[in-house]
């Protein structure tokens, strides 16, 4: 369908990107440690918060959604030794650098290939953004989800679209869009502004959504 004739009927009139192409653009970002790092300081915010959520993650099922390299299940794993935690990504290259006693797998998040209730806690941080089909990915991680369980979502606020250089494909949240997704499926879904560094105030760049299904 041509662009005007989409924009015409009320669509979008972004091209609508192969999914190959997006796994292609992560595979060559790999190697680039400065944008898409292995590790991640502890102390910030981000983490603070999935550790707060989740509580004593030992003998629990987590799931790592659009993981990267793995930065914040290195932490969660050296903190909670016994917890069994999946890092799960559409690049196989970013897989390479999470540690060995993480499990791996890759694929889309639109379609994640685990049961459904498999998890006890399930996360997505700054990897939404990315997943085009987003009301699918949303649905895909609260099925995934066990009765009780906890699913964290860190991104970028819609509000502030235009501030970073973004690839063509990425898109960014309103509040009420995203609460309004995960409840669907969660009994609670709330979302509030956060910034890297607990004692210092948001600028509205980042969201956390946190749900309980
Ligand atoms: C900006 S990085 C964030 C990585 C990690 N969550 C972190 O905070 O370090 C986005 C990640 O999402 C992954 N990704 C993009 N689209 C995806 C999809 N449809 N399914 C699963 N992962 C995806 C990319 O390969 C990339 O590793």
């Known amino acids: ?71 914040f299940d290195r932490i969660f794993l050296e903190r909670y030794p016994q917890a069994n935690i999946v890092a799960f990504d559409l690049s196989e290259a970013m897989l390479r650098f999470v540690p060995k006693a993480i499990h791996t797998c890759s694929g889309t998040m639109t379609h994640l290939p685990f049961a459904t209730a498999a998890f006890d806690c399930v996360y997505a941080t700054e990897s939404l953004e990315h997943a085009v089909h987003i009301d699918v990915a949303v649905a895909e991680m609260c099925r995934v989800l066990k009765p009780g369980g906890r699913l964290v979502i860190i991104d970028k606020n819609a509000e502030h679209w235009g501030k970073l250089k973004t690839p063509e494909w990425e898109r960014w949240f309103q509040r009420e869009e995203l609460e309004k997704l995960l409840r669907r499926d969660c009994r609670d879904a709330t979302s509030r502004f956060i910034s890297y560094w607990e004692d210092v105030e948001p600028d509205g760049m980042f969201l956390a959504w946190l749900a309980q299904k």
């Open 1 to 71: 369908m041509t662009g005007w004739l989409r924009k015409l009927l009320g669509g979008s009139s972004k091209r609508d990107v192969p999914l190959g192409e997006i796994r292609r653009s992560f595979d060559e970002a790999a190697g680039d440690e400065e944008h898409f790092p292995s590790t991640i300081d502890p102390r910030i915010y981000h983490v603070q918060l999935l550790l707060d959520t989740f509580g004593d993650l030992n003998h629990r099922r987590v799931l790592d959604v659009g993981s990267g390299k793995g930065r």
